[in-house]
Each structure stands twice: as structure tokens, then as C-alpha cells.
């Protein structure tokens, strides 16, 4: 059977504001960042992005200025603090290590979370972005803040929208986040609430026995808190970060699907009928 394909005009993105948005500001931001505006000058879509322990917000944004995803602003952050008894620049979100240098196994990563919502307060409140807008793109450490944030970002939005004993319904519907990215990056808590939030959220990870695989039981810990899941494994071989287009390919059909894209005069789409 043949599939009819229709053209028509772009729909008008309900935001209509201006295109640049103002950049962020470093008394808002309690910690070192970059930020790239978008590089066709259409400030859509902010994407946040978290490096892994031991690291800094510098290579991530060197990555953000190379994706030059469209119509797309980049806020690259640096974790809060300083990896004690190393003398280079390495950060974490939460305290890792115990005073013996031992990992800690239940760590808390609270006060990344804190540091993100006053972040955010900022960045919807002052620099006008929506909070559907707004994306998260994590590794490991940093993986692990973004999806404990989307979970800390929903619940507070349904304690705002909670009905009003006098009013018998909330006055405006819950907002989420854009999209979270998840590079071997599993929650640290156990979810149980409901409803669980709407936020699309890719996990990528290796398989095993990669170290960096995840367990059976992290991704069960998503489903418990998230409602649109695509789970993506790569090579065991090759450790860390994507290292080539094909394994870059699973993060950039996600993006392709969840930016928004703003009408541009004479901009129309494909449709199938």
C-alpha cells in the first residue's frame, strides 16, 4: 500500500518571545559555567550540560559548541566541589569519598539537587526559558544528578498543582522538563510515587560485563519514576563517554524527536497521510 504524503505550513510554537534569551548570570549560578547561545541565533531550546566525577565543565563545553544542535543554547556547569587530596581540577556533584579516600556507597546527592533548582529558579524566572525547554544531558556522576533532578523537578511541580480545598482543582497543568540524557548514570534513590513524570528520558550505558553497565535493578528504578523510557546499550569495549557517530547516533535521533523547532518564514514539513 502506497503512503500519501501532505505539505503543509509549520505550526506557530506557543512561545513567541524573542528569539535570543539573556544569558545567564554568574551571581544566580553558585558555581563555574559556560554558556553558548545558540549558534543560528534562535534560543529554542537550553540544553544543561553535566560532566562526570573528577572532571570539569570545560570539555563538555568544547562538546556543546561542537554539536551545534539547531536552534539550541548550551550551559556547560562545573560541580560544586573539589575531589579532596587531588591537586588537578577535579569536581563532584555530591561527596563521593569518605576521609579514608573509600567510595561511599549511598552517597547523597542533595546538595547537587538544591544547586540545580536554584539554577533553574534563574533560568525560568529571569531568563524567561520554559521549563519544557530546558534539557539535561549527563555523564555517569552527572547522569545520575540530571535523572535524580527530573524526579525532584516533577514532584515539587505536583505538590504546586495539588486542588485547592476551596477551589476543588488545580488552576494550571504540571509542567516537566524537555528531554534528560543518561550516559551510565543510574539513580541513586528508589522512586515511589505516582503519577510518574512525563519527561522522555534516554538512558544509554554499556552492556556487560562493561563496569559501566547498569544492573537489572536500576533501570527497574526508572520505570518507577518516569513514564517515556528508551533504553539504549553500547559496546562493552570501549569505555566512558560515546566515542564514535554510531554510538553519538541513538542521542541524536532522541534530540531530533524531542527540541522544539520554531517556524521560520516559508519553512514547511512532510507529512504522512
Not at 558555581?31 to 529554542?44: K, L, R, W
Not at 570539569?56 to 562538546?63: D, G, L, S
Not at 560544586?80 to 556507597?105: C, K, M, N, R
Amino acid at each position: 500500500m502506497s503512503t500519501e504524503l501532505h505539505i503543509r505550513e509549520t505550526q506557530e510554537n506557543q512561545d513567541n518571545s524573542s528569539g535570543v534569551k539573556p544569558a545567564p548570570k554568574s551571581s544566580k549560578v553558585p558555581v563555574p559555567f559556560t554558556y553558548i547561545p545558540s549558534d543560528d541565533g534562535i534560543d529554542e531550546n537550553l540544553l544543561i550540560l553535566l560532566h562526570g566525577l573528577g572532571d570539569t565543565h570545560i570539555p563538555f563545553a568544547k562538546m556543546g559548541r561542537q554539536l551545534k544542535l539547531p536552534q539550541t543554547a548550551v550551559l556547560s556547569m562545573r560541580a560544586p566541589e573539589q575531589i579532596p587530596y587531588l591537586e588537578e581540577s577535579a569536581f563532584q556533584w555530591y561527596t563521593s569519598f569518605d576521609h579514608l579516600g573509600q567510595v561511599i556507597q549511598h552517597p547523597n546527592p542533595t546538595p547537587a539537587l538544591d544547586l540545580l533548582s536554584k539554577v533553574f529558579d534563574h533560568l525560568i524566572k529571569e531568563c524567561t526559558w520554559p521549563a519544557h525547554r530546558i534539557h539535561l544531558f549527563g555523564f555517569a556522576q552527572g547522569g545520575t544528578v540530571a535523572s535524580e533532578f527530573g524526579i525532584k523537578f516533577w514532584r515539587e511541580q505536583l505538590r504546586e498543582q495539588r486542588p485547592s480545598p476551596s477551589l476543588g482543582s488545580s488552576s494550571s497543568p504540571q509542567a516537566s522538563l524537555g528531554s534528560i540524557v543518561s550516559i551510565s548514570g543510574p539513580l541513586l534513590s528508589w522512586p515511589q510515587f505516582k503519577p510518574t513524570s512525563p519527561t522522555p528520558i534516554l538512558m544509554i550505558h554499556r552492556s556487560p560485563p562493561s563496569e559501566a553497565a547498569l544492573r537489572r535493578d536500576d533501570l527497574k528504578a526508572l520505570k518507577l519514576a518516569y513514564q517515556s523510557i528508551t533504553d539504549e546499550q553500547l559496546s562493552a569495549n570501549i569505555p566512558g563517554m560515546p566515542a564514535s557517530k554510531t554510538e553519538w547516533h541513538p542521542i541524536m535521533r532522541f534530540w531530533s524527536e524531542k527540541l522544539a523547532r520554531r517556524k521560520v518564514e516559508g519553512l514547511y514539513e512532510i507529512i504522512r497521510g
